[in-house]
C-alpha cells in the first residue's frame, strides 16, 4: 500500500530515500506555515512545523489525488529543505530558501524524473479536515466486540500492540493474523486514507473468524523499532502474534492462520515453517521469485506505465541488474556505495546526484536481505494450506511471475491443498484499478475490491468448517 508503497522498489532511484544529517548552522527563520506550489495540473500544499530545537514534522496534501495528510521526513541541512516522501511512492522535495524566505525553489524528484517545483510560503492555508470518501472503511457500532491489545515478542524483548475483533455469538471460532507489507505500517496498514486491514479485519470478523491486526514495530503503539530489521525480524513478531491468538480463550487453537500482503506473505512463510506455526496460509501479493529478480520485474512492470519503447525498457532492466549486482558483490557498505556512485554517475552525473541521498537505504540490512531472499527454497517447506492471490494490475509485485513461482514452489513441497489465484483487473492492494500504477492508489474509492474478500473469506471459512 500499501505502501503504498511499499519496500518493494521499481529502481535505484525509486527508493525510499534518506539524507544527510543536520550540521551546526546559523540562526535562520521558522518555516513553520504553509506552503503551496504546482507540478502540472497537480497542487501541492506542505504544512511544516519547524521549531526551535524541537523535531520537524510535515505532511502533503495532492487534492487533485484525493492524497491528504501524507506524512513526510522534513530535513533543514544549512540552507537545504528536504521533504522526504516514503508512502505510497517513494518520492522527495529537495530545494533551498530563497533570499527572502518566503519560496523554497528546488525539484520534485521520483523514480528516476525530476521535475521543477516552488513552495510558496501560504499564510492562511489550513490542513484538510475532510479526507478523500472511502466508502468501506468500518464505522461503529460493530456486531462484535472489537479491543485494543498487546502482546510481547520475548524473543526480541518488545511489545507489541493491536486491535483484536471475535465475533458475535457462541465460539469456539477460528483466528487469523494479518501481517503488513514492508515500511512502517499501522494495524489498519493504513496509505492514502485507505485502511485496507480494517476494512479486511470487519469482513472476516462478520464472517466468524477473529482476527488480530496490529501496528509494526516502533509505530502506533507498539514499542521497538524497525531501523535496521529485516523480514526475519518480522516473521518472529508474526510467531509472538499466533502465539498471542492461541493462548485467547474461545479460539480454535488448530485453525489458527495467517494472512500476509506483500512482504507480509514473506513473514508469514517464515512463521509456516517454524515450530508452531499457522494452521494454513493467505498470501496477498506476496513475492515468491528471488528477490534480486523480483527488483527488476518491478521495475520493468512501473517502467512499462511511462514506455513500451523496447530500447529504453531493456536500458532499465541493464541498470537495475547492474545496481543490484554491485550491491551483492559487494559486503562492504562503503565499497557498495562508492561503486554505485560511480556506475550511476558515468551514466550522467545527474542520475548519480539524484541516486546519492538514497545509497544507505541501498545497503541497509533490510535491502540487502530483500536481494537475498529466496522465496521458493522457504516455500517448498511449507506444508500447511495455502491460498495466494494476485492482481493482474499489480506493478509492484508482478503477480503472473510471482504466482507461477509460488504454485511450482508449493508443488514441489507435495503440498496438495493450494489455490493460486490472479485476480483481473486489482492492482497491488487489491483496489479495482485502471492502470494499476502506485500513483493511482489514492485516485480509487474503493479499498479492497469485494471480490478479493469474497475469496478470501469463503475459502477460510472452507479450510475452518474441515
Not at 466468524?208 to 501496528?215: E, H, I, K, P, Q
Not at 538514497?358 to 494450506?385: E, F, G, I, N
Amino acid at each position: 500500500m500499501p505502501n503504498f508503497t511499499r519496500f518493494l522498489l521499481a529502481t535505484a532511484a525509486a527508493a525510499l530515500l534518506s539524507f544527510p544529517s543536520a550540521c551546526a548552522q546559523p540562526a535562520r527563520s521558522s518555516l513553520t506555515g504553509d506552503w503551496t506550489g504546482t507540478l502540472g495540473p497537480l497542487e501541492f500544499t506542505a504544512h511544516l512545523t519547524d521549531p526551535a530545537g524541537g523535531p520537524r514534522t510535515a505532511t502533503l496534501d495532492i487534492p487533485a489525488q484525493h492524497a491528504n495528510g501524507l506524512v513526510l521526513q522534513f530535513t533543514t541541512p544549512a540552507d537545504s529543505v528536504y521533504l522526504r516522501l516514503r508512502q505510497p511512492v517513494a518520492a522527495q522535495f529537495a530545494g533551498r530558501r530563497s533570499a527572502d524566505g518566503q519560496q523554497l525553489v528546488g525539484e520534485w524528484q521520483q523514480g528516476l524524473r525530476s521535475f521543477p517545483l516552488t513552495l510558496s510560503r501560504a499564510g492562511n492555508v489550513t490542513a484538510k479536515t475532510t479526507g478523500p470518501k472511502r466508502p468501506q472503511t468500518p464505522q461503529p457500532p460493530f456486531p462484535y466486540q472489537s479491543a485494543d491489545v498487546t502482546f510481547r515478542n520475548e524473543k526480541a524483548g518488545i511489545t507489541l500492540a493491536g486491535t483484536y475483533t471475535v465475533p458475535a455469538g457462541k465460539g469456539p471460532f477460528p483466528a487469523v493474523v494479518l501481517l503488513t507489507g514492508s515500511g512502517p505500517e499501522d494495524r489498519n496498514e493504513t496509505v492514502l486514507g485507505h485502511q485496507p486491514f480494517a476494512v479486511l479485519a470487519d469482513y472476516l470478523t462478520r464472517h466468524g473468524v477473529a482476527v488480530l491486526r496490529f501496528d509494526d514495530r516502533g509505530v502506533g503503539q507498539s514499542g521497538g523499532t524497525l531501523k535496521g530489521s529485516t523480514s526475519a525480524d518480522y516473521t518472529t513478531d508474526a510467531q509472538a502474534a499466533l502465539a498471542w491468538l492461541r493462548a485467547q480463550p474461545g479460539i480454535r487453537k488448530n485453525q489458527v492462520g495467517a494472512l500476509g500482503h506483500s512482504q507480509g506473505g514473506t513473514a508469514a512463510i517464515g512463521a509456516a515453517i517454524a515450530p508452531a506455526g499457522p494452521d494454513f496460509l493467505v498470501l496477498l501479493a506476496s513475492p515468491a521469485l528471488p528477490g534480486d529478480e523480483l527488483i527488476v520485474q518491478q521495475s520493468l512492470a512501473l517502467a512499462r506505465l511511462q514506455t513500451t519503447d523496447a530500447a529504453q525498457l531493456a536500458t532499465t532492466e541493464k541498470m537495475q541488474r547492474a545496481m543490484t549486482d554491485i550491491i551483492q558483490n559487494n559486503a562492504d557498505d562503503a565499497q557498495a556505495k562508492t561503486k554505485l556512485l560511480a556506475y550511476y554517475t558515468a551514466i550522467s552525473p545527474q542520475l548519480a546526484a539524484q541516486v546519492e541521498p538514497q545509497l544507505p537505504l541501498l545497503t541497509s540490512p533490510d535491502y540487502r536481505h530483500l536481494l537475498a531472499d529466496r522465496p521458493a527454497q522457504t516455500l517448498s517447506k511449507v506444508h500447511c494450506p495455502v491460498l495466494a492471490l494476485g492482481g493482474s494490475k499489480d506493478r509492484q509485485v508482478p503477480a503472473t511471475q510471482n504466482l507461477a513461482a509460488t504454485a511450482a514452489a508449493l508443488k514441489a513441497a507435495n503440498n496438495r491443498d493450494v489455490t493460486v489465484k490472479e485476480m483481473p483487473g486489482l492492482n497491488h492492494l487489491f483496489q479495482t484499478a485502471t492502470t494499476g500504477g502506485p500513483d493511482e492508489y489514492g485516485t480509487i474509492e474503493e479499498t479492497f475490491s469485494p471480490a478479493a474478500l469474497q475469496v478470501i473469506g469463503d475459502w477460510i471459512g472452507q479450510q475452518t468448517r474441515k
